[in-house]
């Protein structure tokens, strides 16, 4: 049974519940794809002028026959070229964080940060004008202090 269906008796439904073996066949393929992709992309030496790489990419990767494996062809598969499915995987997840962090780094970028004129950082504390202490007013002579004379 690959995907569940939730059905009435007469109405088919768009809710799917894949099997724990789709998934995890979809993401091995999807390791396979990455795989391919970076390699696609050193090898590449057409014309890039006007070129959105990827779709070219893109055009072969759903011709290619790994479409129609399984999870367990593409485990053997993956022996065969020296990875095991388990490496393959954790180079897929970290595939992602890169790309999720040069996507949040390229966005933060574009868009500078605003902060509204009345919000404060947390940690800054309100400034409140406090009163200046007055000093009381002192007498200015111009003689010399006796105690300072050095007579």
Request: aromatic residues 14%; charged residues 25%; neutral net charge.
């Amino acid at each position: 049974m690959a995907n569940t269906r939730a059905n009435n008796s007469n109405t088919p439904s768009s809710i799917v519940f894949p099997s724990r073996a789709k998934r995890d066949e979809g993401r091995l393929r999807d390791c396979f794809r990455i795989m391919a992709w970076k390699q696609f992309k050193q090898e590449y030496r057409g014309d890039l002028t006007g070129l959105n790489l990827y779709a070219v990419f893109e055009e072969d990767w759903k011709k290619h026959e790994i479409q129609g494996w399984d999870y367990q062809k593409m485990s053997q598969f993956a022996d065969e070229l020296g990875y095991s499915a388990a490496e393959l995987l954790k180079a897929r997840n970290r595939y992602y964080e890169l790309r999720d962090q040069a996507r949040a780094a390229a966005e933060a970028k574009q868009q500078p940060m605003q902060q509204p004129m009345y919000q404060q950082p947390m940690y800054q504390q309100p400034y409140y004008a406090q009163p200046i202490p007055q000093q009381p007013q002192q007498f200015v002579t111009d003689e010399p202090n006796p105690e300072e004379s050095p007579f």
